[in-house]
Each structure stands twice: as C-alpha cells, then as structure tokens.
C-alpha cells in the first residue's frame, strides 16, 4: 500500500510521469467547507515545472480535473474527492536509452529488480517528481482547511548547495551553475506550522514524527529530515537544549525557546512545529557518467539528453508543505472525531 496513506484523511497517488495523467484520491475530507479554487491553483503554479530557468523545462500547466467529491464552486461534498491532471509535454524517446543503461542515482536499477522490468521507465515513471502534483492538490486543500482552522503552514529555502539562508540571487547563481556545469545541487527545505494545538499526537510507533517522517521520505529525493535542533541538538548539552516552560502574559503555557520543534513524545507542546528536509542533487544530470547494460551485463557509459531540474528544492517548497499539511491535518480530525464519541 505504498502509495496510500493517512488514517482519518487517507490520499492516494496515482500515475506516472508519461502516463495519460496522474492524480489524487482523498477520502475524508468535512462537506460543506469551500476550497478556493483559484488558490489552489496558485499553490500548484508555486510546483508546475516549465515557469523558471531554474527548473525543468517540460512545460505543464498542471490543471487539475476534479472527477468527484467538489462542486463547481469549490464546495466539499463529502464522497471521496478524485482529482486527476493530464500529462501533456511528454518527450519519451529521451528514455530510451535508459530503460536497458539505469541513470546513477535514480531509481531506474531498483525499479528494474522490484518490477522484474515491467515499470514504465518513461520520465521516471511512478517514482517521477512529478508525481508531486497531485500530492500539492491534497496538500493545498489540506493548507485551506488548516488555515481556516488558524495553523499556517510556510516552508522556504534554508540551504542550497551548502549556502544557508540564500536569497534569490544566491538561490538562482548556484542553481544556474550547476546547470550550465552540466551538473546539479542539493539544498534543505525549512518547514513551520504555526498554530497547531498542543496535546495531539502518539507515543512510540504512530506520533507526529513518525508520520511526519512517512510522507515527507515519500516525497522523491528526500534524503534527510530533522525536527527543531535536529542533529545540532545532539552537540548540545541539555541545559542548553531543554525549552523552559513559562505561563504567557495570555495565560497560555508556552517554551522560552523550541529546540525541539513543536514536538515532545511524538505529541505537539503548542509552539510551532519546525522541521529541515534535505533534498539531493537531482540525479538526472547532462554530464557523461559511468554505469552498466543490463541487456549485455558489461559496463558503459551514459549521457542523459531529457529536460531535467538541475537543482529540486524550488519546486519541493509546496510539496513539503503539502506533506506536512496533510499529517496535520489528519490529526486533527483524529482529535474532532474523538471529541464527537
Ligand atoms: C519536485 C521534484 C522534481 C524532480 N525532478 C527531477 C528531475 O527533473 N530529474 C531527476 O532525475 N529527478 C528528479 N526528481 C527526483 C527523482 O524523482 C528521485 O531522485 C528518484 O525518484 C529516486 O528517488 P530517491 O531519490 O528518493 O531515492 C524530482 C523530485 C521532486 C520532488
């Protein structure tokens, strides 16, 4: 069931990348609550690739058809809500080569063993970025119904090819380096939700951070994630890391600081769930590099011609917020549906 996941707000992926189309099933969504439309797809132009030089240039208006479970006016109505985008600018010959040379870094040789070579490799197929878009439909209606619940979700740039806290400048030099290098860059995702009441969540095996962490690792070329401090809290000694509790002029309970990021025991202490996610350099890159044939079993060489992104954090900021839109989310439906027993 690896593409299926949440308890009280369960979403489905579907598709892959040079597919007819790819998309979203959401089952749990409240009838009645009215998505903006037109935010939404603001959000999804925020993902849609073919917009900037930083990003890759297969263009894609990312246009969501929604089949079921919403009104023409964006109302809710409580069946399951199924929203599918068709894939339009699709260059699959660019893959030929890859299907029997796996690309370094991509999942083309882990597929070809799991799949016994039956998954479609064009454009990556099913484990494509690609297939982010329809996580960002459920993510951005996730966003709509958390924000009319007062938690505001924000993820922004903390890193890009080692540089902290770039700005745009420095954000667009080193992607459009690497590109021109014929290369790629990696960076780090800084998410934060504000406004998240304290008490949700779980111990052990099934807390905020366990099911943070499940979605977010879904999201392709994630290769890190760490909660507050992270692994800086770890250098730390712990009158340094521990958050003091004080009574806020308001009343409410609150930490003098939030080394560990919103989250105590897998349940949240009320203060802003702050969490890093590390992308890779994109795999698919246009320099020549060393790998096998697996039709001849000998070693070779492969130059990659598809449009790639040279660098995928851009593109990740709603995805992250999509991911931990969702998890929120559903907790807190976990938490009204307890309340209503
Ligand atoms: C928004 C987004 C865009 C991506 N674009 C590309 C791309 O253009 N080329 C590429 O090789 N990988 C791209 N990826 C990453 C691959 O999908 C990913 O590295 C691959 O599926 C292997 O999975 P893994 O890196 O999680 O092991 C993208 C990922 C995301 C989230």
Redesign the pocket.
């Known amino acids: 069931m690896s593409n299926t996941f949440g308890k009280n707000i369960q979403v489905q992926i579907f598709g892959e990348s040079h597919g007819p189309a790819i998309g979203c099933a959401i089952d749990g969504l409240p009838a009645g609550f009215r998505v903006d439309l037109k935010a939404l797809q603001c959000f999804l132009d925020l ?1 849609a ?1 073919g917009h900037s030089p930083l990003a ?1 240039q ?1 263009k894609e208006a990312d246009r969501p058809e929604f089949l079921a479970g919403i009104r023409e006016d964006g109302t809710l109505t409580g069946a399951t809500l199924c929203a599918i985008i068709r894939n339009h600018d699709q260059h699959s010959t660019d893959y030929e080569k890859i299907q029997d040379c796996p ?1 370094p ?3 083309d040789y ?1 597929a070809f063993l799991r799949y016994h070579g039956n998954n479609d490799i064009r454009g ?1 197929g099913m ?4 297939l ?1 878009a329809p996580l960002c439909i459920a993510g951005g209606i996730s966003l709509q119904l958390l924000e009319n619940k007062g938690v505001i979700i924000n993820s922004s740039i903390s890193e890009i090819a080692g540089v902290p806290n770039p700005d745009d400048e420095a954000t667009a030099t080193a992607i459009l380096k690497a590109r021109d290098d014929g290369d ?1 860059v990696g960076g780090v995702v800084e998410c934060t939700a504000a406004g998240f009441p304290a008490g949700l969540g779980n111990p052990r095996f099934d807390g905020l951070k366990n099911r943070l962490a499940q979605v977010i ?1 879904g ?5 890190g994630l760490e909660f507050g401090d992270g692994f800086g809290a770890a250098r730390h000694r712990g009158s340094e890391n521990n958050d003091v509790y004080e009574i806020a002029t308001d009343g409410t309970v609150r930490t003098k600081t939030n080394h560990c990021g919103g989250i105590l025991g897998g349940i949240s202490t009320g203060m802003p769930i702050v969490l890093r996610v590390a ?2 350099p ?4 246009a320099l020549e590099q060393k790998t096998i044939s697996l039709s001849r079993h000998e070693n070779t060489t492969l130059k ?1 011609t ?4 040279p660098c ?1 954090v851009p ?2 900021l709603p ?1 992250v917020t999509s991911a931990v839109a969702l998890v929120l989310l559903d907790f807190l439906s976990e938490k009204q549906s307890i309340a209503n027993c």
């Open positions: 993902r690739p890759t297969r690309r870094g991509h999942a882990t990556g484990f494509s970025g690609r982010t790629s690792f999201i392709p070329a994630v290769v992308f890779k994109t795999p698919s890159i990659i598809g449009r790639h992104d995928i593109r990740a995805v």
